[in-house]
């Protein structure tokens, strides 16, 4: 264990939290190995970190960590989601579909994990700016919500 990895998640910078926890070297192998509770723990240190991360959502997607089946789905979605082959609307429709599987889809769950690894690119969204916006929460209203 690197001597990064040993300290505890508050003592780093969020930037390096999200590549020590996220980086698909770490989380790939994983999932791959069906390590579902070691890829949700890195999903709880990171989230938990977000200040912008609504406590409703945290507490929800938390708590469905603590179940295997939904801790799975979700590992599987969220790596695919950020890592996966197929086209992004593809990853992005797969993953949002398995959310509302576990009732789980909102903005800020499904724009999180784009915007921790691509902060000039992509920003999390919140379900208020959602609706006033009028945002679809789809590939469509996704695309639109990244614009400007």
Not at 17 to 38: A, E, N, T, Y
Not at 94 to 114: E, K, Q, Y
């Amino acid at each position: 264990m690197s001597k990064d990895e040993s300290r505890s998640p508050r003592e780093i910078d969020i930037d390096e939290l999200v590549r020590l926890r996220l980086d698909p070297q770490v989380l790939g192998p994983m999932v791959s190995r069906s390590q579902f509770d070691r890829a949700a723990e890195h999903f709880r240190e990171v989230i938990d970190r977000v200040a912008e991360f609504p406590e409703g959502d945290k507490a929800r997607f938390f708590s469905a960590l603590e179940d295997e089946d939904q801790r799975r789905d979700l590992a599987i979605a969220l790596h695919g989601l950020m890592y996966g082959k197929p086209a992004m609307k593809a990853r992005f429709e797969h993953c949002l579909a398995t959310l509302h599987r576990h009732d789980l889809a909102s903005w800020p769950l499904i724009t999180v994990w784009f915007a921790l690894l691509h902060p000039g690119r992509f920003r999390l969204i919140d379900a208020a700016e959602a609706d006033r916006a009028g945002w679809p929460l789809d590939w469509d209203g996704f695309c639109q919500s990244q614009r400007g």
